[in-house]
């Protein structure tokens, strides 16, 4: 079955626009999700950029749980968000899958199983897939199989996330250690 026959929503994040404001302008304060913030699998809050907008933004732009958010550029990472991961401002660069009819774990283990090997039919790497690329996603639905995979995928996904973090945080300090070693120039 396709992908856009298990999720109700499917849709790009916000479009944002640069706005220069005054200190006389009332302002709303987002935490902006990027690229590089989705990594290994969660959200890496570390990451996350500041956004100001003068004027509040809709709630379907920012994420909510059970959220499957989908980079659209390569390597496609998907990430499943989780109650800490909530009202974060989500950017076009994203597509979002939103009140999904089946558990939303199994949908999202099953995406990050195929990964990068989703084909979306570009001719340049480059190229963001589209909304109607993601609802036509293939996916294996078995109704019997679902609620107890589900139950273990939400188990490994815990580990996972917790992994994730241990990696990211290695990853800083062997930066730190070969940037103070000399090795890498400063950034």
């Known amino acids: ?61 920012l994420t909510k749980k059970n959220d499957i958010i989908i ?9 499943l968000i989780d109650d800490e991961d909530e009202d974060i401002l989500i950017p076009s660069n994203f597509i979002v899958l939103r009140n999904s009819r089946i558990n939303a774990t199994y949908i999202y283990n099953y995406l990050n199983l195929i990964g990068s090997k989703m084909k979306f ?7 963001n897939i589209t909304k109607t690329d993601v609802e036509q996603i293939k996916i294996d639905v078995d109704e019997k199989k ?31 250690i070969y940037t103070k070693g000399g090795v890498l120039d400063n950034e």
């Not at 856009?4 to 994040?13: D, P």
């Not at 220069?20 to 969660?42: E, G, M, P, Q």
């Not at 039919?121 to 190229?127: L, V």
């Open 1 to 61: 079955m396709e992908l856009k026959e298990c999720i109700s929503e499917i849709y790009l994040g916000l479009n944002k626009k640069e706005v220069r404001h005054t200190s006389n302008d009332k302002v709303f304060a987002y935490k902006l999700l990027t690229i590089k913030a989705v990594n290994n699998r969660f959200v890496n809050k570390d990451v996350l950029e500041k956004y100001e907008s003068l004027t509040k933004i809709d709630d379907k732009f």
């Open 71 to 79: 980079c659209s550029k390569p390597p496609y990472n998907v990430v």
């Open 146 to 176: 679902i609620k107890k995979i589900s139950s273990l995928s939400t188990r490994i996904n815990k580990r996972q996330k917790a992994y994730g973090k241990l990696l990211d945080n290695d990853q800083e300090l062997i930066k730190m």
């Open 121 to 127: 039919d570009k001719d340049d790497e480059n190229t």
